[in-house]
């Protein structure tokens, strides 16, 4: 098969966490007889400091005529006093909406090598496996109006959440048709309690689910989610939610199973799927080589199997991780007190190594 993909490696820590991602689609694509063919293009600060757009035309005309699009990070301080629309952060909203990517898929699944690595007890987190559902194109990060009007010192800031049944329905029926192929439980999450919207969510959430009798729903507040997250995690199995909820549910998810840079995450419903690790930019370290590329490398996994529905080839990066953990490998954010921990590349390469040395590479020749 051939893979048309384009690269967005974005700002700080992206290009080399998605570099050492690319390296490992070689490995498994080469591995397993498909052929690539990738294009680079700029996003967020990168974009802007080439041509002052955040999402350069040609870049959003590379992502439209591939087959998926595979991104590092977005965001960089320097372009923080940029107005709205020309931060880094913009061209990715801007991305999303010009894909099409409605529905956020987010795992979080904690590796049992790394039970040790969660700040909660090994028993708590031992065999968490959540995929977050995360309704990506409305809510607050959408709405309008939205501004900061008045003079210093009076100004009012006003943001705006919006959701329409269809946007509901659409990402609802995500949820359910994720839960029928895992524990076919359905957590929503809303502030029903308080927000008009999450009335009107838990009311569509509600309908669909009479079409999808095999599979359990309940509801929780999002404060009552939260808690419940550190508490029992892995009674969790898919949880749907809208879009600023799940963007602060997911990060927490990730800290709950050892880091967020092991976090990877699927954004589809368009006609081109946008894959990135849940992680930002984390300017911090950029070039220091002590990011963790698991979660591209995983994300990697999560293109494969939802734009060109290669499960195998999934499994295979999948399994390659799980292989290097056991091994004992750890960045610095995975490290524990005695433990060493290894560069950027040295963890891309050994996942490289365990691609080409997986029984599915074997069975392939």
């Known amino acids: 098969m051939l893979l048309n993909l384009t690269i967005l490696p974005g700002d700080g820590i992206g290009p080399e966490v998605t570099g050492q991602a690319v390296l490992v689609l070689q490995a498994v694509a080469g591995a397993l007889g498909h052929q690539l063919k990738l294009q680079y293009k700029n996003i967020g600060g990168a974009a802007l400091a080439a041509v002052e757009d955040p999402l350069p035309a040609d870049t959003i005309q590379a992502c439209l005529s591939s087959a998926a699009v595979l991104m590092g990070a977005v965001g960089n301080p320097a372009y923080d006093h940029y107005p709205n629309h020309l931060r880094p952060e913009a061209g990715l909203l801007r991305l999303r909406r010009e894909l099409g990517a409605y529905a956020n898929l987010r795992p979080a699944i904690c590796f049992p090598a790394l039970e040790d690595s969660s700040p909660l007890r090994a028993d708590l987190v031992r065999g968490t496996d959540i995929m977050i559902v995360r309704e990506l194109l409305g809510g ?38 994720l839960a029928m192929k895992r524990r076919r439980k359905v957590l929503s999450v809303d502030k029903a309690n308080v927000l008009e919207c999450s009335r009107l969510w838990r009311e569509v959430v509600i309908r669909c689910a009479k079409d999808y009798p095999d599979v359990k729903l309940s509801h929780m507040y999002v404060d009552s989610a939260a808690m419940s997250l550190v508490q029992r995690p892995k009674d969790f199995d898919v949880v749907l939610t809208e879009n600023m909820f799940g963007d602060i549910l997911s990060d927490q998810a990730g800290g709950v199973v050892g880091s967020l840079g092991l976090l990877a995450s699927a954004s589809i419903g368009g006609a081109v799927g946008l894959y990135e690790p849940v992680h930002g930019s984390a300017p911090d370290i950029a070039g220091k080589g002590i990011a963790n590329p698991l979660g591209a490398i995983l994300t990697v996994a999560l293109l494969l199997r939802h734009s060109f529905q290669l499960e195998r080839e999934a499994a295979c990066i999948e399994n390659a991780v799980g292989t290097v953990l056991d091994g004992g490998a750890r960045t610095a954010d995975l490290a524990r007190s005695g433990q060493n921990s290894i560069t950027t590349g040295e963890m891309g390469r050994k996942v490289v190594e365990a691609v080409e040395s997986s029984p599915a590479k074997q069975k392939s020749a």
């Open 140 to 177: 607050l990060y959408f709405g309008e109006p939205r501004s900061i009007a008045g003079t210093p010192g009076s100004r009012i800031a006003t943001n705006t959440m919006t959701y329409d049944e269809p946007a509901i329905e659409r990402i609802a029926r995500v949820a359910f048709d």
